[in-house]
């Protein structure tokens, strides 16, 4: 073998020893695999799930995104939570992130005006319910407001909305139209039901209504505040609140009045 010959195999055998081809004296990479097999099996599985993430449904990979973000928005607050918190939470990268939502503001706003489409959605239900007298259909629709606002997370969320409201009013705009004015609104028409069919005293709706979802609120932001009490159930004690309110709400629309008597 001549020296030249020599020194050619030796180039060789060094690249190949260095994980590169031939190739290396013309300085090109080799394509051979230095990672473990085992990790090869892993990485490649990784971005098949990746490549599956990617390809699966909008629609559920959107709602994921809202459930992730409600629950970090509760933990660490609207300031103290970042697109780039959300991504690793949802287990995305951020670009997808923001193909959903492109700003934080306009997540938020989404997890606000969707998360309580299911609640509106629930208390229409109530309203056409023809099963229920009028005086259920009070006492069923107030228990779901009650168990909205203090049980689940996107209930929980009304304290952070009036917190976000000053400084992205799309917030406030979105919260009030799509979830407080529709909650008027089937409530104050179960009450004008009952008053047209003779259930309930005509009393002024405005007023019924404020007394209504008022305290419900006020109770929701308490809690909120009081959540890292000891003794939080016992300074407010939510079945028996509940209860409370709502024979007194009862009682106020079922007594008759000298010109409206309670129909038998």
């Keep these: 073998m001549t020296k030249a010959a ?13 994980r590169h081809c031939i190739s290396r004296l013309l300085d090109y990479p080799c394509r051979i695999d230095s990672r473990p097999v085992g990790r090869q099996l892993a990485e490649e599985g990784s971005m098949s799930m990746q490549s599956r993430d990617e390809m699966s449904d909008p629609k559920s990979r959107r709602q994921d995104i809202l459930d992730h973000a409600v629950s970090l928005f509760l933990d660490q607050g609207y300031a103290g939570t970042s697109m780039s918190d959300l991504a690793r939470a949802v287990g995305i990268q951020k670009a997808s992130l923001y193909h959903h939502f492109p700003s934080k503001e306009v997540l938020f706003t989404a997890c606000v005006t969707e998360g309580y489409e299911g609640a509106v959605r629930r208390l229409e239900a109530i309203r056409m319910d023809e099963t229920l007298s009028d005086e259920a259909r009070i006492r069923t629709a107030m228990e779901e407001i009650y168990r909205v606002n203090l049980t689940t997370p996107v209930g929980r969320m009304a304290p952070m909305i009036a917190e976000v409201a000053p400084t992205i009013p799309e917030v406030a705009r979105a919260f009030h139209g799509g979830f407080i004015a529709r909650h008027y609104a089937l ?75 309670q129909k038998e």
């Design 6 to 18: 020599i020194q050619m195999a030796s180039l060789i055998f060094s690249g190949l020893r260095g």
């Design 187 to 261: 409530v104050t028409g179960m009450i004008e039901d009952g008053i047209a069919r003779g259930s309930f005293a005509p009393l002024d709706t405005l007023g019924l209504r404020q007394m209504i979802f008022g305290p419900i609120i006020f109770l929701a932001i308490e809690r909120e505040m009081t959540a890292d009490f000891p003794d939080r159930d016992a300074l407010n004690p939510v079945d028996r609140i509940r209860e409370s309110h709502i024979d007194l709400i009862l009682r106020l629309l079922t007594v008759p009045s000298a010109d409206h008597p």
